[in-house]
């Protein structure tokens, strides 16, 4: 059986309406012998003539009669799907969000982001989950509606990607650390034990790799997944944590930072969705303040 020709609803609302092929016809712009032939496909269609000659007019069957309102409500979901959506009004927008990125990330943007949202829109709940890896089935299946990370040949091709800010690794010690008087040396810095961040549990990284050239080698004393905990482990020992500067700068109160003596690639940390909510007007107002806070815009 072939598929029904829906536009062919639009044909019978105007009939039903009009009384009239000729009035019909100028309503959808269409000219009378195309409209009787289209009034011909409806009587296949239902089997039923559904307007018939009554003097010098038409008028509806029974069958017309009984399908009238049910024609009409369906023509108007039909033009309000197809029309583009309404203005949101965020002061009644009741939305859970839920966000995957690091802690670092959390405790340095959540609480600005979690105030800026409220502010405009109080039904708004945003929900942060940890990210143990670079997956991106939860964006795709829906589990999670943003992410922020770094953008590297592992991201799906799929998912649509914005800039927020650039970054640089940095050391940071507690107050009264050696580290806190003189010069940060390569030497210096190779000679203190170290906390690696490493959320695949790698046991060197970029840092080692600019060590090397000059024969030097740091001792790696813990290895942990988290920037955050990096820092609260270098703010309660001697161990060295070494870390991006603007992804850390809130968990560093209190704390000495320094330029790492050694040169390291900066990179950009970015924001992630799935192109399936590329047009929801209330993910885009979402994604505006999460851009907005990492750019350190006031609300």
Same mark, same amino acid.
């Given at each position: ?62 069958? *017309?009669?009984?399908? =009238?309102? +049910? ?8 033009? %309000?799907? @197809? !029309?583009?959506? #309404? ?33 405009? *829109?109080?039904?708004? =709940?945003? +929900? ?8 991106? %089935?939860? @964006? !795709?299946?829906? #589990? ?50 170290h906390i690696l961040v490493s959320r695949e549990g790698h046991e060197t990284g970029p840092i080692d790799d600019a060590l090397k050239p000059l024969g030097l080698q740091r001792e790696i004393t813990t290895i942990v997944s988290g920037f955050a905990t990096a820092v609260a482990l270098a703010r309660e020992s001697d161990l060295i944590a070494s870390v991006p ?55």
């Amino acid at each position: 059986m072939s598929n029904p020709d829906l536009n062919l609803l639009f044909t019978l609302d105007a009939l039903l309406a009009e009384g009239s092929v000729a009035r019909a016809a100028k309503r959808l712009r269409l000219s009378p012998s195309a409209m009787s032939r289209a009034l011909g496909r409806l009587r296949d269609a239902t089997g039923d003539p559904l307007l018939v000659r009554a003097g010098r007019g038409l008028v509806p069957t029974p069958r *017309a009669l009984e399908l =009238r309102e +049910r024609v009409r409500q369906l023509v108007q979901e039909c033009e %309000t799907v @197809l !029309r583009p959506a #309404a203005k949101l009004d965020f002061k009644r927008l009741v939305r859970a969000f839920t966000l995957r990125t690091s802690e670092g990330w959390v405790e340095n943007f959540g609480p600005t982001l979690i105030a800026r949202c409220g502010v405009e *829109a109080p039904g708004v =709940r945003l +929900r942060f989950v940890p990210k143990p890896d670079k997956d991106s %089935t939860p @964006l !795709r299946e829906g #589990a999670v509606d943003l992410e922020t990370g770094v953008v590297d040949e592992t991201t799906s091709p799929e998912l649509r990607t914005q800039a927020l800010f650039r970054d640089r690794l940095m050391g940071v010690v507690r107050m009264g650390h050696p580290l806190c008087k003189g010069k940060v040396t390569p030497s210096r810095y190779a000679a203190g034990k170290h906390i690696l961040v490493s959320r695949e549990g790698h046991e060197t990284g970029p840092i080692d790799d600019a060590l090397k050239p000059l024969g030097l080698q740091r001792e790696i004393t813990t290895i942990v997944s988290g920037f955050a905990t990096a820092v609260a482990l270098a703010r309660e020992s001697d161990l060295i944590a070494s870390v991006p500067e603007r992804h850390t700068a809130s968990l560093r109160t209190g704390m000495h930072a320094f330029p790492l003596p050694v040169a390291t690639p900066e990179f950009t940390v970015s924001m992630l969705w799935h192109p399936r909510l590329d047009a929801d007007a209330a993910h885009r107002w979402l994604r505006g303040h999460v851009r907005a806070v990492c750019a350190g815009k006031p609300c």
